[in-house]
């Protein structure tokens, strides 16, 4: 779950918890993706009514306020927890893990229960459990299912395990700099991979040897004074960014996300800063989770198209393949053509149901009249056109050929 911090997840918790007047009522339950569930909500004051987006996908991870929109109604649009509409959001705790959540829930009956928001492991999932923890539905696939006991994982501290800089270093050793941003996510703090990115471009600029370069890395991470306020990052595909040793290097080579909120300062990518013209924190948040999404959604266009011109590839091939096999002996096509011409010519002495026709050859002086096979059930016409066709068939190969020796 990379495009999210962790610290910048519980930011956003935090931020939930003080921002709204709780409990809050459910308005309205709407699955706006496949990994991404809105609630709308009012809060206990009636002054607030927004929609709660949780969104659960490893490529665009997220956990923000947004407007409802315009058109707006009460209820439930079908789908997972459509059960929701009329009950209350009374408050959302840390569960075990660093990025487990679970809103603590009342329905309109009275009972408790607790949706619970993972975003862990290669991808995340919500589900809705009972006061016993046993799971009423889920959002996605995967672990416990409806009827089974949901078992959090045990509590670990926000940091995690760090590596041991000189075993990371010799790690990163036989790879190229621009990889060392990613394993530093995998084996080193917890932590996005803009900012894992900017600390290693900011220590290759004093020594490009990864047993100098990693430790003053994750000590630059570790020292990293926290933003006036949070910062939203947004890294084009093809956008030039400033590598040390390299001349050219963009986002996509350093595999950044689209976007990236950022609670410290990235002093290398201080040009791609989204500057905050809406005071409102939130904005940063949808915008990045728009961005993500937006991402995503060209990178499965992208390998649409690519499958569309390996399977165009591959009918080019079996085409080839079958031209090849039917063009005949040498010299072939030339009289395909010649058999169409004499059938032109020679057209009123044809008759329908006619097998073959014998036609002056004019092609060379003294040469034994052509004996042109002919379809009975077809036209002299569909006859001339069928053996016109056979001979640009013909032709096709040999161009194929042609273009082969060359």
């Known amino acids: 779950m990379r495009p999210m911090e962790t610290i910048v997840l519980h930011f956003a918790v935090d931020l939930l918890r003080e921002s709204l007047a709780w409990p809050l009522r459910i308005l309205s339950s709407e699955r706006l993706s496949a990994t991404c569930l809105g609630l709308g909500v009012e809060s206990a004051d009636r002054a607030t009514r927004r929609r709660l987006v949780i969104d659960v996908a490893a490529e665009h991870p997220s956990l923000h306020m947004a407007y409802l929109p315009k058109d707006f109604e009460p209820g439930s649009t079908g789908g997972p927890f459509g059960s929701l509409p009329g009950g209350l959001l009374r408050g959302v705790e840390e569960e075990g893990d660093p990025?487990?959540?679970?809103?603590?829930?009342?329905?309109?009956?009275?009972?408790?229960?607790?949706?619970?928001?993972?975003?862990?492991?290669?991808?995340?999932?919500?589900?809705?459990?009972?006061?016993?923890?046993?799971?009423?539905?889920s959002l996605l696939r995967g672990g416990p299912t409806a009827g089974e006991r949901y078992t959090p994982p045990p509590r670990t501290e926000l940091d995690g395990t760090r590596s041991d800089p000189l075993e990371l270093a010799l790690q990163v050793a036989d790879q190229p700099t621009e990889a060392w941003p990613k394993t530093l996510t995998r084996m080193g703090p917890r932590i996005g991979l803009a900012a894992a990115a900017d600390a290693i471009a900011r220590a290759l600029r004093e020594s490009a040897d990864p047993e100098v370069a990693i430790p003053r890395a994750l000590a630059l991470l570790a020292a990293r004074p926290p933003a006036a306020e949070p910062l939203l990052y947004l890294f084009p595909r093809r956008a030039e960014i400033a590598w040390p040793g390299r001349k050219f290097m963009t986002a996509e080579k350093l595999a950044l996300p689209a976007a990236e909120i950022a609670l410290y300062a990235l002093p290398t990518f201080e040009s791609f800063v989204a500057a905050r013209k809406d005071p409102e924190l939130w904005t940063l948040f949808g915008r990045a989770h728009a961005a993500l999404v937006q991402r995503a959604r060209d990178a499965g266009e992208r390998a649409r198209r690519l499958r569309e011109v390996e399977q165009e590839g591959r009918r080019l091939v079996r085409l080839r393949a079958s031209l090849l096999a039917e063009r005949g002996a040498e010299g072939e096509g030339l009289a395909h053509r010649r058999f169409g011409e004499a059938i032109l010519q020679n057209f009123a002495q044809i008759a329908r149901g006619q097998a073959e026709l014998i036609a002056q050859d004019w092609s060379a002086e003294g040469a034994p009249p052509l004996r042109i096979p002919l379809d009975p059930a077809k036209s002299a016409k569909e006859n001339a056109e069928s053996h016109f066709r056979k001979a640009r068939r013909w032709n096709a190969v040999s161009r194929i050929e042609r273009s082969d020796a060359s």
């Not at 679970?102 to 006061?131: M, Q, S, Y």
């Open 99 to 137: 990025r487990l959540f679970g809103f603590a829930l009342e329905t309109t009956e009275g009972d408790r229960r607790r949706l619970l928001a993972a975003w862990t492991g290669r991808g995340g999932n919500l589900r809705l459990l009972d006061a016993e923890g046993i799971v009423i539905e």
